[in-house]
């Protein structure tokens, strides 16, 4: 594939044109425009690189994160046959002590019985003496082994098998603001690596140890690194591209979010033994460690600490590698080094700093609501699916693949109509499917087409929204608060996801409360979105001091940049 200067790279120096190649680009010595843009364009061959590389980490983030609906699939069950029944089949066993139907325990998850007639006991066809099955069958024709078949995860343990899913968000939320500090403070790509690294490396425990406790304790570990891989990767995908490109790479980089999920389905397919599956991911996810060798440090971030040295040999090779020749490049970051030292980055960055000030406060109490109502909905509607078809590997592939339109769609919405209205009209189309799915009553039509079609376009209008919140996300916060400002995101996200659960259970107190609720919090989310400032086209603050000017000239970046000579430093 060609990239020339003509397509993809917009300097201050300017490409002369693509039959041109070798004409030497100068940096101009009097502006302090973006160090990045300025040195290597906004997008170009290093710049393609880096954002593939990130992306495909979402493979990884997507098995872990979905593996609980292949290691727990809906399972049936029934009481154990004692000895002296082993000469009756399974179906005539179950025949002789299947209960009432008013006896028999179905949950979203598990299927089956819990209590067996007491075949010792007279009954009569009003009344049956029950007892409470000690240890329990499972039907093995789809998966030969699963986490609830193996310790039992049904009846009073399947709360078990629930903390086990409950912790492993817990962790991912954790992960994702602890490793997102870490990243602001040690560099992206070094916290990067440990996350990768430790969660294949757990992830291969978790599939030999014998004990759910500590299955449960080594997938919370294995979270906590998972939960860092997803914003470190991100930040540092955003952080290399800039101008139209910045909006169309942190879109695109959902992508294989989708693709990952669908492979699942397949590796599930081919793997029934739940203990094989796991090995299989997490084998497949240490391959990711060799991105040491093929990934640099953000520039972005080294130069916004003071690290201006480390950045430039960085920013070199890049333009080398994007065919662009650099002069004079020690003299112009000489004279627009003077920001990046700022007071903002002289100081220790901490966490508290995403409030430090009253514009900072807005936007991220603004933003954990609406993360939060994200993960609640995403986890929601993925569970809503899943009960359509008891093809449980089709359901999830279709549901999977079902994300991806509107993923590409969000970059051509976002483009052209700004993060704002493109985030406030994708939650009312959630918002609209969620209350119509109420007109259509399951079981009126074949295969229950409307609702299918409707939950799907839901699903749609939610990959358009999540991309274009990460993306708008990252824009509204500075570069020394990036890592954090996102993690504190993804925390309130996982918090949502934790209560996706719950909000499916509602339909066990009325048919439509869930899909009513998630309707509702839709509306909210477009209403909270309209307090926030608009971030297409702006340049990426660096620095508090940075979004503090934004904020009275947000619309003059001119006006901007000259105010920005004029702050004093310590």
Known sequence: MHFSCSSFLNMSANCESDRDKDQEASLPANTDNDRIQETIGDFGKWQLKISILMSLIKFPIAWFQMSIVFLAPPTNFWCKKPDIYENRTDEEWQSLIKPAAKYIMQTGINRGYCFMKNLTADYNNNTQELIECSSFSYN?????????????????????????????????????????????????????????????????????????????????????????????????????????????????????FGFGYALLSGIAYLLRDWRNFHFAISLLSMLYVGLYWLVPESPRWLLAIGRTKDAQKILIKAAKENNIKLINMDETFSKSVNRLTSRDNRKTIKFKDLFSTRELRKRSCLIIINWFIAGMQFFGFIQYIGYISDNLFFTVAVGALTSLPGTVLSVFLVSNYGRKLTIIYAFLLTASCSFLILAFPKGAFSFDWPRIVLAGTGIIGISVSIPAMYLFTGELFPTVLRNSGVGLAMMFSRLGSIIAPLLVSLQNVAHFLPLLVMGIVAIIQAVLVLFLPETQGKKLPDTIEDLEIRKYHSNNDAQMDEERKNIPLI
Not at 176 to 199: P, S, Y
Request: charged residues 10%.
């Open 140 to 256: 093995r024709s789809v998966f030969v082994s699963t986490i609830t078949s193996e310790w039992d995860l049904v009846c009073s343990r399947q709360k078990l098998m629930d903390m086990s899913q409950v912790t492993l968000m817990i962790g991912v939320l954790l992960g994702n603001i602890f490793c997102g500090i870490l990243a602001d403070k040690h560099g992206r790509k070094n916290i990067l690596m440990v996350c990768l690294l430790l969660q294949s490396v757990l992830g291969i425990f978790a599939s030999i140890t014998p004990y759910f406790p500590l299955f449960v304790f080594i997938r919370f570990c294995l979270a906590l690194a998972n939960g860092g891989t997803m914003v470190i990767s991100f930040v540092m995908c955003m952080e290399v591209v800039g101008g139209k490109w910045r909006t169309i790479v942190s879109i695109l980089y959902q992508v294989p």
